[in-house]
């Protein structure tokens, strides 16, 4: 019986969800972590509250870079612009496929009720 299941995929990694331990494993690069889906949430906000944009005009060598760190996680990264665009690709991707498959589990689960 297969317990993973694929989330979301890009070229440069892809999610996972294992139904016996109910967590997100998350595939990037060097990146291999696996999530409870509080911490997944809390990894996506902290992902998603790098501002992108004014890195891109900012012409020091230090805005290059981003180190990523996530300690509970063991997650300690530099990534350069492009990767953290590709991983907040991966990351906002596998958020919507876990919200997609609770909205239809719920509708689903719902409508099973009324039969």
């Known amino acids: 019986m297969n317990t993973l ?6 070229a440069k990694g892809h999610s996972l969800q ?8 998350l595939h990037f690069g060097e990146i291999q972590a696996s999530f409870r889906i509080q911490d997944f949430l809390n990894f996506r906000r902290l992902i998603n ?26 997650i300690y990264h530099k990534l350069t612009l492009c990767e953290l665009i590709q991983l907040r690709e991966l ?11 609770s909205m239809l589990h719920q509708i689903l689960y719902k409508d099973s009720e009324l039969v």
Request: contains cysteine; negative net charge; hydrophobic residues 40%.
């Open 5 to 10: 299941n694929e989330l979301f995929s890009t």
């Open 18 to 25: 294992c139904d016996l331990t109910s967590k997100v494993i």
């Open 49 to 74: 509250a790098i501002d992108i944009h004014s890195r891109i005009f900012d012409l020091s060598d230090e805005s290059d870079y981003e180190f990523v760190e996530a300690p509970k996680l063991n």
């Open 91 to 101: 990351v906002n991707g596998t958020f919507f496929a876990i919200e997609l498959n």
